[in-house]
């Protein structure tokens, strides 16, 4: 079993509506978890973080842990076609980040 | 510019070469990491620095790939004798601390023909 798991994708939504990209990971003394989005060619970047069971929203965006499933979840509320893109899910393994394959987003017009 | 930078963009390298990379972290960051990506994969753990001191490295990595960051502030990555199989993009990370968010650079994009 890999560390972090997440479904390659892609996943197509259409402009406005949520998508939704998963995250599962295998380390339960993981404390804290990262979403990055990764445009074709760039380096990543981050857009979220999560620490704490529940729900985390910023703008559009929104990031859910359930430690006790060991999942981790992102939210884009409104998507938009600059939002296609590849996201990645980090978990913190030892004070290394551990990332899924990442989930490819396409947000069609 | 005060981000993590990467230096080359871009290698071509004939296969058997020696190649190094560098990366400057952002300033004060303590934790350095170095990546590997290919394509259609998430960035795969190589080795991370704490200050100069070098914490962990990838089982995965062979010997042929050493790292330094020998006074704590720059870091290189040498990949000896290369192999077809190393072409991948080597990425640069740093951190302010051991749970916090890494910051990558833009990458080096190593082509082995």
């Known amino acids: 079993q890999k560390e972090v798991e997440q479904n390659s994708g892609p996943l197509s939504v259409p402009e406005g509506a949520i998508a939704s990209l998963n995250c599962t990971y295998s380390?339960?003394?993981?404390?804290?978890f990262f979403w990055y989005r990764q445009y074709s060619g760039k380096s990543p970047e981050l857009i979220m973080f999560?620490?704490?069971?529940g729900d985390k929203e910023d703008g559009r965006f929104t990031a859910q842990l359930n430690k006790a499933s060991q999942y981790v979840s992102l939210l884009i509320r409104d998507s938009q076609p600059s939002d296609s893109a590849t996201y990645l899910c980090?978990?913190?393994?030892?004070?290394?980040?551990?990332f899924g394959q990442g989930t490819e987003l396409s947000v069609k017009p | 510019d005060t981000g993590v930078s990467q230096d080359p963009r871009h290698k071509i390298t004939k296969r058997g070469q020696n190649v190094t990379f560098r990366c400057d972290p952002i300033?004060?960051?303590?934790?350095l990491y170095w990546y590997r990506q290919t394509l259609g994969q998430g960035p795969e753990f190589l080795t991370y620095?704490?200050?100069?001191?070098?914490?962990?490295k990838s089982r995965l990595l062979s010997d042929r790939f050493s790292a330094e960051r020998p006074k704590g502030s720059f870091s290189t990555l040498e990949i000896q004798r290369t192999e077809q199989g190393d072409s991948a993009m080597y990425l640069c990370?740093?951190?302010?601390?051991?749970?916090?968010?890494?910051?990558f650079g833009q990458g080096t994009r190593l082509t082995v023909v």
């Open positions: 990370a740093s951190t302010p601390g051991s749970t916090t968010w890494a910051f």
């Open positions: 380390d339960r003394g993981s404390q804290s």
């Open positions: 999560i620490y704490s069971n």
């Open positions: 980090a978990v913190n393994e030892g004070g290394k980040l551990i």
């Open positions: 300033s004060e960051h303590n934790r």
């Open positions: 620095f704490q200050n100069e001191a070098q914490l962990e």
